[in-house]
């Protein structure tokens, strides 16, 4: 079954508005996320990593203003997209790892679509 | 130079064929290899996780590495319609780093 859960699954929103997305790990704690964005026909682009009681770190080119993190518990992470314009509009998917240190893998969450109009 | 190369396809292959998907990657530090299935619309989905060089078997899908030539393949036998997918390379450093991944390579597979 499914260990990490996104919701919402898809929202459409009117430009200059704020949406918010929330990433849950199911039955497992989790202190590090990650978040993905993903245009069509496209890999997965790492947008942020998720710290559970500190400022998330962002990758180059991604504005820290623009896409807010906040990873309020230790199964729980949001992005906000605060004032969307239409191109932001893309797929957007969190991870979480989950197992022994070491030998921990990531789990995906099924991912939100978020259309800008 | 991309750290991890993958060809994007399409790949398009008759039901019941033998499919090898590889990756390339030029950073020796990488430890910890993933292949993911990516449906359309849908969240990457972990389908082989392996740590080690050699060889990993899982129903139909083995996963290879070579990591003396730095140089994973997934092989899917049997390859069902079902299979048609998109397949990422994935892989980490170790610990909770971010992952890398390939372009990934679309597959279809055709009845």
């Known amino acids: 079954g499914a260990v990490v859960s996104q919701h919402p699954s898809w929202v459409i929103c009117k430009s200059g508005t704020s949406v918010k997305i929330e990433c849950r790990s199911l039955?497992?704690?989790?202190?590090?996320m990650f978040w993905y964005r993903q245009f069509p026909k496209q890999s997965l682009m790492l947008m942020a990593t998720s710290n559970e009681g500190s400022k998330a770190t962002y990758e180059q080119g991604v504005e820290k203003d623009k896409f807010l993190i906040n990873h309020a518990s230790l199964t729980l992470s949001t992005l906000t997209v605060t004032s969307a314009h239409p191109e932001d509009s893309s797929f957007y998917i969190c991870?979480?790892?989950?197992?022994?240190?070491?030998?921990?893998?990531?789990?995906f969450g099924p991912g939100t679509r978020l259309l800008v109009l | 130079q991309k750290e991890v190369e993958q060809d994007p396809g399409p790949l398009s292959v008759p039901e019941g064929a033998i499919v090898s998907l590889n990756c390339t990657y030029s950073n020796s530090a990488f430890q910890y290899f993933m292949w993911y299935r990516q449906y359309s619309r849908k969240g990457p989905e972990l389908l082989m996780y392996?740590?080690?060089?050699g060889n990993k078997e899982d129903g139909r899908f083995t996963a290879q590495v070579d990591k003396s030539s730095k140089y994973i393949s997934l092989f899917i036998r049997d390859s069902q319609p079902s299979d048609s997918a998109t397949y990422l390379c994935a892989m980490v450093s170790g610990g909770y780093n971010k992952l890398i991944f390939g372009a990934g390579t679309r597959l279809a597979v055709h009845p």
């Open positions: 991870s979480a790892p989950r197992g022994l240190a070491g030998q921990e893998t990531q789990y």
């Open positions: 039955d497992f704690q989790a202190t590090t």
């Open positions: 392996t740590y080690s060089s």
